[in-house]
């Protein structure tokens, strides 16, 4: 801690030391950078752009970054150079995908799509979450840029489980000139790809895209051969002189495939890093469906005021079908997941969700007001069937006597409304931008009568909280600003925190547990930016306070999971972000731009929590699963049609989970001070746009990848377990090894 606080505070001082010694330089407003991420400029070639006077941590990935990612990368993986983000990728087109940002989980963060969140209701993350192994909407195909608030930030950028921060996928947008290609590509795993899009143009007031990708992969390990399919259609329509404008984004996404599972790393030593256990004695086959749609208008009311409204729907349709040898199981040291009282199991989660989202912008002399709401409403069916034989056939039984584990259907309405106002003084060197949400979630669970429940029942509360924020920012000299932010939100339970509310008694009575609190959270910013010509720089110190974090356990009874509290947590770190466009170097042709991102982050336990009266975690303890640093750095080259870049991104060490629980010192046997050690991944791109002149074609641009430049062995995921015999072990999920990837695209 004191090293990276010293760290910190010597870029500090260069920031200060680097604004005094020049005279003057131009301001940019976050509105500015966010409309410019995605253009062709010079600047934005750069790929983090820093945003100098917001009065709260925001940065933009851009347009030029998106497009020239490998086509093995997700959305996920491309938020990974940006500060604070840590991203595990367990196989091909994101299956399980796991990503933290400033150390909180993917439930304790908020994604969104155009300002629509994107987490799901009732279990909070957006990928894998209650394990949905292979289950992703957003793929590179469906937007452009991405914008991240760090913290928790304002009220009109935040959701509702905006905690460590949001991060916001920007839509792709039409062109206003007809265009169109189509292309394919080849690589490692044995993977294939196609992607096609049609840009219609402005014809008839209406600018439309439509867009096609689909890939294929064997994956890096016997089990995680993969495909995905995925359509974007997006559509823009200036009405009015301008002053109108209906717009709206659809996705329909497609994918299935196997996931791998931990192995005991002295097996994967024995046999190899591809080693997964053959299917005849377990597997796990996934399918999801996933369709998304926004439409909204905007519209220009006064030359002061503006308002947008927004409508959304989306379905999530999710299965997996996974086997067990029980006779293999019996016999093997090591524990099988998904092996009790049936052989065959059937896992099917699906929800839809639709709601509204309006807003409006008051643009005074001094001061820009924003207010607005969303209302959501989800609905979800979860359930899980068993079976001696295959396909498993499922036989709910309004008595518990069917072939279900359980057999649920929640319901959750999020409401939320806002007002905020960015106030400029001082001939706009001290802005101030006061805001406050209020939130509130109403959530029933309900439970047929199955193995897991001898008596159905239903189990219904409302929560709600009033969130204020507060940022500052004061130009302390020319391009040198400080600004400084606080603010509080709160993330409702997730379904799971339900689960214990419905039980059997010993007389078949229901039981109602103690109820689950939110977690209420209190974050506290302070930060330097300094902007000169191309170069940018930003560091800032967080720390926040969680009052009843989250834990969620299983009962090895039962089977069930359940989310209680765990007492009181402090998470905390600082992050430094430099970004150039060099442009040309002296004697070298061509143009330059560069990156270096730099972030340490710790998550401590403030008092002890129990599970059962059971310890499992010691005030001081820190938070697993958590690098404390994370370094990411980059250049890249333009010359003409041209472009190479090289990406580097270190990941520290880590202590380890044990078996799905928070800290390995839930095992008492276990050596304290367990970790993972740390590793860094190389990334190469070369790309070139060749000009051609034959008919309708106009380029040809060919680009090859080689992720994992230098052949690193790491392990995405690790954690310790128990064997049979008592002994406890390390077991991981392979990281990728090398890959190379070759595209073709002709542009029309």
């Not at 409309?35 to 010079?42: E, N, P, Y």
């Not at 940006?82 to 796991?98: A, D, K």
């Not at 996404?253 to 005991?264: I, K, M």
Request: proline share 4%; net charge negative; aromatic share 12%.
């Amino acid at each position: 801690m004191i090293k990276s606080r010293l760290l910190l505070g010597t870029a500090c001082s260069f920031i200060a030391f680097a604004a005094a010694a020049q005279t003057a330089t131009t301001s940019t407003s976050i509105e500015a950078i966010s409309k410019t991420a995605g253009g062709t400029s010079a600047a934005a070639k750069a790929p983090v752009k820093v945003p100098l006077k917001s009065t709260y941590s925001a940065s933009v990935i851009s347009k030029k970054t998106v497009e020239t990612a490998s086509p093995a990368a997700t959305a996920q993986d491309i938020l990974r150079r940006e500060p604070s983000i840590f991203v595990t990728n367990n196989g091909p087109g994101g299956v399980n995908q796991q990503v933290t940002f400033r150390a909180f989980n993917s439930s304790q963060f908020s994604e969104t799509y155009d300002g629509v969140g994107l987490n799901d209701a009732f279990n909070g993350a957006v990928t894998a979450q209650a394990d949905n192994d292979n289950n992703t909407l957003i793929t590179t195909n469906d937007f452009e840029s991405v914008q991240l608030f760090r913290g928790i930030n304002n009220p009109a950028n935040n959701s509702y489980d905006s905690l460590g921060g949001t991060i916001n996928y920007v839509p792709r947008k039409p062109s206003n000139e007809a265009n169109a290609e189509i292309g394919g590509g080849y690589g490692s795993f044995d993977t294939a790809n196609w992607h096609a899009t049609l840009n219609t143009g402005l014809y008839h007031g209406v600018k439309q895209i439509f867009s096609f990708a689909r890939q294929t992969s064997n994956g890096w390990t016997q089990m995680d051969k993969n495909s995905g399919s995925n359509v974007y259609y997006g559509v823009d329509a200036p009405l009015n002189g301008g002053n109108t404008n209906l717009y709206g984004s659809f996705i329909f996404n497609q994918a299935t495939g196997l996931v791998n599972q931990y192995q005991p790393v002295a097996l994967l030593h024995q046999y190899g890093d591809n080693f997964q256990l053959p299917s005849s004695d377990y597997f796990k086959q996934n399918n999801s469906t996933n369709f998304a749609g926004i439409a909204g208008i905007t519209q220009q009311i006064t030359p002061y005021l503006s308002a947008d409204l927004k409508g959304f729907f989306s379905t999530d349709d999710y299965n997996r079908n996974s086997f067990c040898n029980k006779s293999f199981a019996a016999s093997y040291l090591y524990p099988v997941s998904d092996c009790s009282h049936r052989p065959y199991h059937l896992y099917a989660y699906t929800a839809q969700t639709f709601g509204v989202q309006p807003s409006a912008t008051l643009d005074l002399p001094f001061n820009t007001v924003k207010f607005g709401g969303n209302l959501t409403i989800s609905h979800l069916h979860s359930r899980e069937y068993f079976s001696a034989t295959s396909p498993v056939v499922p036989d709910p039984q309004p008595d518990g006597s069917g072939n279900d584990f359980w057999n649920e259907h929640d319901y959750r309405s999020l409401f939320s409304i806002y007002t905020q106002d960015e106030i400029s003084l001082l001939n706009d060197k001290l802005k101030i931008t006061p805001g406050v949400k209020y939130l509130l979630a109403n959530t029933k669970d309900t439970d047929q009568a199955a193995y897991y429940y001898s008596t159905g029942g239903s189990v219904s509360n409302t929560e709600h909280y009033l969130a204020p924020t507060l940022g500052l920012s004061y130009e302390v000299l020319p391009g040198l600003d400080a600004y400084a932010a606080y603010g509080q939100n709160v993330k409702f339970p997730e379904i799971t925190a339900y689960y214990g509310n419905i039980d059997t008694g010993a007389n078949f009575n229901t039981i109602v547990q103690p109820h689950t609190l939110p977690e209420y959270v209190q974050d506290y910013e302070a930060g330097l930016r300094y902007e000169r010509g191309s170069l940018t720089v930003e560091g800032n110190y967080y720390r926040e306070y969680f009052t009843n974090t989250f834990q969620t356990y299983t009962d090895s009874a039962s089977g069930n999971s359940y989310t209680t509290n765990g007492g009181n947590s402090v998470f905390e770190g600082e992050e430094l972000q430099l970004g150039d466009d060099f442009g040309g170097l002296r004697g070298v042709p061509g143009d330059f731009a560069g990156y270096l991102n730099y972030a340490h982050n710790t998550a401590t336990y403030t008092q002890n929590y129990y599970t059962n009266g059971a310890l499992e975690f010691s005030k001081g303890e820190g938070v697993g699963g958590v690098p404390a640093n994370l370094i990411s750095a980059g250049v890249n080259w333009t010359k003409g049609g041209f472009y190479a870049a090289l990406d580097a991104n270190y990941v520290g060490s880590q202590e380890i989970f044990y078996d799905s629980h928070a800290s390995s010192t839930g095992a008492a046997n276990i050596p304290s001070g367990t970790r993972a050690g740390g590793y860094v991944l190389t990334n190469l791109t070369l790309r070139d746009s060749v000009p051609v002149h034959a008919g309708l074609m106009k380029a040809l641009v060919l680009s090859l990848h080689i992720d994992n430049l230098f052949g690193v062995r790491y392990y995405a995921q690790s954690q310790i377990n128990q064997d049979a015999n008592g002994n406890y072990y390390k077991e991981a999920i392979m990281g990728a090894p090398r890959a190379v990837y070759g595209d073709v695209t002709v542009k029309f």
